[in-house]
């Protein structure tokens, strides 16, 4: 296997470039060529005769900022001109492109894509412009070392100047670097700076191709009647009205349901309306989200498996001069991103090909391939930009995917297979509901003497292709993130997990099991420094003796947002800090409330570590982005089920921070030479905690449960 992580080694190189034999241009080591060019998929960067320097990016990118994280990384170390940069999808191949970490695996996720491509993508360009310098050399018979590469062109103090894609052809028969050196933080003239993003012209004209836009000859369009409950089966169907509706060309069954396949949307949506179906839904009757969180909370009183254990606790919090306990609730929460999950499907000339927005690319090769019983070498995916995902397009079951397979298998014809936002929302696939119940005792002079701690809800890895890494005698690790490991110096720490089977799969959601953890761990420790009489921010500091990453982003939000400064009558501050894949944000919200007791979120400072941010306008974006979308979840979204059913089906009722809601934010990052690590997901976590506590401050109750269960004005205790 060729290595995916820091090392790129010569025989690497070599191994990759002979299958190719460099026909035309530059190529460097696992990427891919455009198929107008025929070149073989073993590049990372290429280059043409026109100018143009091609990234090859082996990541999803799905409005993240991905792309230009990487394209920026090659091109920082080719000293290349930005303009001329481009970027390019790679195919599924896990032994080409896998994410470091994951074994051999390709994919997208845990905020990993840049942390992965440091060195990687560095190397490769750093690599390219050794050969262009040699290239150069050959050329006019001049020491290398008398050369000088910068914004695409080759040069000479005696005048000479040659453009990259000039140099292309003869560089590739260059002697290839063993190591080829890496710049200087100090040297960087991309790496930090504020270059613009390489897909925003074409996003912004309406060029960039999504799913919903891929055309091919006689292309279908597909909508599928699914199981109106998580463990329904389907007893009949009656199709004869649908194969009725104009531009309906047929109706197949395929172990998702129901397939209506229309020359159009409308059509297929149309034919599904009017299908008659039954459904077998008697094991989910008494499914319902009130009952599982009595469930959960009864579970949390009782022995769980053992994530960390201290004799010590009972003994301490037996003894405390006070004891907080709390419970804790958090609904099911669907991904909900703009762009619904959708896949177009392709058997013909004895192969199959995809196209969709594959997070998880060689999840989804392999089991597309097992869908169209075919070997890999005959599936293709081609990998699109999606419109967010979130976590839901990145599954073990390559859901969609497998049911676009299926239709097409029926169809003699390529077929897109479309969900609607209301198929999305109620067929599972979420972040879990979750319950913790925690006991804290404090000493007679408010330090934490004991912490007892369970939590009950889904495991998420458990059974999946990353569950050897992420789940240990019973635990699993994305059930307990931001709980333990503890980021708190804290004594005598006993912590339990429950996780239960239920028929609703469950899946990672934007910043994972941090989405629950860090505001129970967040609002508690406010809750603690109110019943120690201490300051928030200096009670946290106090427990952070050995974690000097968290103390600079704790006091630089503090101090920009004015922390301990007067606020008008009515307002209020809350913090929170948090550490979430390797990234460490605090958030300090300014609250009010409505006439309606409701909160009003009117301003937000966040600061981040994330080590040297690639490009500060991403970060601040993503930080910006992830602020909104954990606002959503804390004041709005809910799935609930009864009966077995969910009962959200769109925004109206699963709402989503509107324009008027968005608060002014302002980022703070953290300067830092240190390689990078996750933006994508660390600014969800904080937000929610640091807006309860807020709440706190104006109405004197806590936050229990979310979405907020708002108090009532006027209701305010000591």
């Given amino acids: 296997m060729v290595a995916s992580s ?10 990759l470039a002979s299958a190719s034999g460099l026909l035309l241009g530059l190529q460097l080591p696992l990427g891919r060529a455009q198929a107008s060019t025929g070149f073989a998929p073993n590049a990372f960067v290429r280059i043409t005769p026109d100018d143009l320097v091609t990234v090859i990016v082996k990541h999803h990118e799905m409005g993240q900022g991905t792309a230009t994280g990487i394209a920026t990384l090659a091109a920082e170390e080719l000293d290349a001109d930005w303009s001329k940069v481009r970027v390019e999808y790679a195919p599924a191949n896990a032994e080409l492109y896998n994410n470091t970490g994951w074994g051999p695996v390709q994919g997208t996720g845990g905020s990993s894509a840049i942390k992965n491509s440091w060195t990687q993508m560095r190397k490769a360009g750093a690599a390219a412009r050794v050969m262009l310098l040699q290239a150069a050399s050959a050329q006019w018979g001049l020491p290398v070392k008398e050369l000088s ?10 005048g000479k100047r040659a453009s990259y894609g000039q140099l292309a052809t003869l560089a590739s028969k260059q002697a290839l670097p063993k190591d080829p050196p890496l710049k200087d933080p100090a040297q960087f003239k991309l790496i930090g700076k504020q270059a613009p993003r390489v ?29 109106p409950t998580f463990s329904a089966t389907l007893k009949s169907v009656d199709d004869k009205a649908a194969r009725e509706v104009a531009g309906v060309v047929d109706v197949v069954r395929i172990p998702e349901g129901v397939a209506v396949v229309a020359k159009g949307m409308w059509a297929a949506l149309q034919g599904r309306k009017a299908l008659v179906t039954e459904w077998d839904t008697t094991k989910d009757k008494l499914l319902s989200s009130d009952a599982l969180y009595a469930s959960y909370l009864a579970a949390t009183k009782k022995p769980g498996t053992p994530v960390t254990h201290s004799d010590e606790t ?16 958090f609904p099911f929460l669907a991904h909900a991103p703009m762009e619904p999950t959708n896949c177009v499907a392709w058997l013909h000339d004895g192969k199959l090909e995809t196209w969709a927005g594959h997070q998880l690319q060689t999840i989804d090769h392999k089991l597309a391939a097992e869908a169209a019983g075919l070997p890999l070498d005959k599936v293709e995916l081609h990998t699109l930009i999606s419109g967010g995902s979130f976590g839901r397009r990145a599954n073990p079951w390559a859901d969609m995917v497998v049911e676009a397979v299926h239709v097409a298998k029926q169809v003699n014809a390529p077929v897109r297979v479309q969900r609607t936002r209301e198929d999305d929302l109620r067929m599972g696939l979420y972040r879990p509901m979750y319950v ?25 890895q458990s059974g999946g292709p990353f569950s050897a890494n992420s789940v240990k005698n019973g635990v699993d690790r994305t059930s307990v993130e931001g709980v333990w490991p503890m980021a708190y110096d804290v004594p005598n720490v006993t912590v339990q997990l429950h996780s239960p089977e239920l028929p609703i799969r469950p899946l990672w959601w934007r910043s994972v099991g941090h989405t629950h953890t860090a505001f129970v761990m967040e609002t508690l420790l406010d809750e603690l420094a109110t019943a120690a009489g201490q300051d928030p921010v200096a009670y946290r500091l106090t427990y952070l003796k050995d974690k000097p990453r968290h103390i600079a982003v704790l006091k630089l939000a503090a101090e920009k947002a004015g922390w301990g400064t007067p606020l008008p009558a009515g307002k209020a501050r809350g913090v929170a800090v948090h550490e979430s894949f390797s990234s460490v944000v605090a958030h300090v919200a300014e609250v009010s409330l409505k006439p309606d007791g409701t909160p009003r979120v009117e301003r937000l400072t966040v600061a981040v570590d994330c080590g040297i941010a ?24 809910e799935i609930s089920i009864e009966a077995g059913q969910v009962k959200q089906s769109n925004f109206h009722d699963y709402r989503q921070l509107r324009i008027e809601d968005m608060p002014s934010i302002d980022v703070h990052i953290v300067p830092s030479q240190q390689p990078p690590t996750g933006v994508g997901e660390p600014g969800v976590p904080t937000v929610a905690p ?26 305010k205790r000591a």
């Fill in 314 to 329: 009972r003994p301490a919090l037996a003894r405390a001069h006070k004891v907080i306990e709390a419970s804790y609730q």
């Fill in 690 to 715: 640091a807006v309860a506590n807020a709440m706190f401050q104006l109405t004197g109750q806590r936050v229990r449960r979310l979405p907020f269960k708002l108090p009532t004005p006027g209701k």
């Fill in 436 to 460: 913790h119940t925690v006991k804290v005792g404090l000493d007679s002079h408010g330090e934490i003497s004991g912490w007892q701690h369970a939590i009950a809800g889904q495991s998420i």
């Fill in 149 to 158: 590469a910068s914004q695409g062109f080759v040069s000479h103090a005696s």
């Fill in 199 to 227: 897909d925003s012209v074409a996003k912004s004209s309406g060029a960039a191709v999504y799913t919903m836009d891929v055309k091919l000859p006689g292309l279908l369009t597909a909508v599928v009647a699914r199981p």
């Fill in 614 to 637: 690639i490009n500060p306008d991403v970060v601040r974006a993503q930080m910006e982005g992830g602020s909104g979308f954990g606002l959503s979840a804390a004041l709005y979204n």
């Fill in 6 to 15: 820091d090392t790129f080694s010569r025989r690497d190189f070599v191994k």
